[in-house]
């Protein structure tokens, strides 16, 4: 079944791929699961595109169709949130990169876990991030960026982060970022999913 949805997001059948998410929730499978068969999708679409076979065209309606099945998944993710608050975050994705889907699903998911969430948005510069920091109060920075052109703005926004003496606990994630990544940039975890950022998240409001 989740392979008949992966099907539906490469063909770009976006009715079939809403009409399956919704079978495949009625059929028990968890939102998360449904998340990572839309991102073996995407990587398919993406090497598509790495390949010539696919352009920008194709990734807008991978994004479009990215965000409508998020839509689906939402109030179901609500099903399962907590109501206590745990803690501040600041969110975004750094400067030069615009993909936000996977950070709104990373806010979303937060937020549901009882973190209240600062989202900047996206193509964010360093300087906003400490600025925000320093008016929230917060104690969690989550960076995202799929580009590779995304690393070196992580890098510089922990170094500003640390520069300005800011007590803080950053993570990072999105498409290619792994612990090679995380050693680069000098960020403390980086999380490979949503949940990943909530277990984080989890772990590091009960220090
Ligand atoms: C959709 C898409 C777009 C859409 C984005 C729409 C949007 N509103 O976000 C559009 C069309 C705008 C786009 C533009 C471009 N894109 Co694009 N895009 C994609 C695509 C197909 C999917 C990305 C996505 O949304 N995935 C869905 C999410 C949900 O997946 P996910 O990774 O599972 O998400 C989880 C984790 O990442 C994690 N996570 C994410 N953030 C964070 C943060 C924290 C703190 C934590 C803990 C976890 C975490 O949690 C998420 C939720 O579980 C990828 C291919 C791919 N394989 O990802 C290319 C891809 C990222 N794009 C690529 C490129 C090259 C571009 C462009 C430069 C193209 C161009 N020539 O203009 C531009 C970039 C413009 C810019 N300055 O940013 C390349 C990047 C290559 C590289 N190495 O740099 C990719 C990899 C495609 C490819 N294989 O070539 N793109």
């Not at 679409?45 to 010539?52: D, L």
């Not at 937060?110 to 917060?138: I, M, R, S």
Request: proline fraction near 3%.
């Amino acid at each position: 079944m989740s392979q008949q949805l992966i099907d539906a997001i490469t063909e770009m059948r976006e009715e079939d791929a809403l009409k399956l998410t919704n079978e495949l929730l009625d059929g028990g499978a968890s939102p998360s699961d449904i998340l990572g068969a839309c991102k073996d999708a995407m990587d398919v679409i993406g090497k598509r595109f790495e390949e010539g076979e696919a352009f920008i065209p194709e990734l807008m309606l991978a994004g479009e169709m990215m965000t409508a099945i998020t839509g689906v998944l939402k109030p179901r993710m609500a099903e399962e949130s907590s109501g206590e608050k745990l803690g501040k975050i600041v969110l975004g994705t750094v400067q030069g990169d615009i993909h936000d889907i996977a950070k709104d699903i990373v806010g979303f998911m937060l937020d549901l876990n009882g973190f209240e969430v600062t989202d900047l948005g996206v193509d964010v510069p360093p300087e906003k991030f400490v600025e925000t920091v320093k008016e929230t109060g917060a104690k969690i920075v989550g960076l995202s960026g799929f580009l590779t052109l995304a690393f070196d703005p992580m890098k510089d926004t922990v170094k500003a982060l640390r520069d300005a003496g800011l007590d803080v606990k950053v993570m990072i994630g999105g498409g290619q970022v792994d612990e090679n990544i995380r050693q680069y940039t000098d960020a403390d975890a980086y999380g490979k999913d949503a949940m990943a950022a909530v277990a984080l998240a989890n772990e590091w409001a009960k220090e």
